[in-house]
């Protein structure tokens, strides 16, 4: 959790990423040699970032020779010495998601570089966020980061940020359904993903109060995070939206987020795809029952997220939302092409959608089998189990 945070200080303190990298893994392994003889400190995150202060000045001072470069170290120290202020540290990981965000990177570049940076993904991770191989998206971040260190880009909150927006909520809510749905490891969810997203969606909700995507944006998370604690057994396995327990969900952040979607109709702006799909999320918040969702409306919500956003995944999405209003087969409908779109056959949810929708057919054998792909394709323990036991289930007929 702090990592990102130890890199953004130490990226301001020494301007170069591949160095505040190298640090940040210093102060780490500097924490595990001494808190394991000393004991964790009562504030382990000012020890990390007091060390890393520490790290940085010492390695500018082997760095630089001349007394001139002393003096520039010195002039900047005001700004390094409070490092305790969590504004300082939220300005900080805030600038290097913009940083990262650079119009001088591609799309592509930014999402993956942030991802792994700012959010402390693996290269695995990142690339089945992408649907990408792990050796591209290695190479990628690599020349991101030399892209960035040519043009000599600091870490800032730029003046002008609306450039730089949409990739910055795009890597925001990218880590948010890593931790919501986590893609490995052995827990279905990841909460403390999901908690940094929630904190950084509304630090950017505070940097552009009057935008209504990121308002959006803020409103999708907090609804769908309101979801956290029902979604998954205390072993850790999957609870299904429809067999979640409703009284679990978080009333507080239910209303933020449908308050931050009638701030967005006061505003009158432009509705994108994050307000769209936080429209979706809070028709589910105001079911108190499963049976009294609006499944029409969220079809048509899809509908019309498809027209201004087309994307598999919200093909996939507008399958099930099909299915609960209209039945399995149209559903069916939407989900066979899918099969044909490249990256989407190994997405493990595609399989795992197939065979719910052709089980709810009656087609258990075919359904059976969709489960059992979906079971190897998934890196995460706690899903593969239950593609399995879906798969048991329908060898059974049921």
Known sequence: MESPRVIARLMRLVGDLDTAEELAADV???AVEKWRDEGVPDNPAAWLHTTAKYLAVDRIRRRDTQRGKYLLVAASEPRTVEINEDGDLADDLLGLIFMACHPILSPDARSALTLKLVCGLSTEDVARAFFTPAPTIAQRIVRAKKTLAAAKVRLELPEDRKP???AVRE????????????????????GDLCAEALRLGRMLAALTPSDTETLGLLALIELQASRLRARE????????LED??????????????????????????????YALQAAIAACHARAARPEDTDWELITALYDGLARITPSPVVELNRSVAAAKAFGPEAGLEIVR??????????????????????????????AREHFLRAAAKTQNSAERSTMQGRAARCAAGS
């Open 171 to 190: 890597v925001v809510y990218l880590l948010f359904n890593s931790g919501y749905t986590a893609t490995s490891g052995n827990r279905w969810i990841r």
């Open 233 to 240: 057994t205390p072993t850790g396995e999957p609870i299904l």
């Open 28 to 30: 780490f392994v500097a």
């Open 337 to 366: 092409p899918l099969f044909d779109v490249p990256g989407m056959r190994d997405y493990y949810l595609l399989d795992a959608v197939a065979g719910d929708l052709l089980c709810r057919a009656g087609a258990h054998e075919e």
């Open 164 to 166: 730089r927006l949409d």
């Open 244 to 273: 979640q327990d409703r009284t679990r969900w978080d009333r507080l952040l239910i209303r933020r987020g449908l308050g931050n979607l009638d701030r967005i109709e006061r505003l009158g702006g432009t509705v994108g795809p």
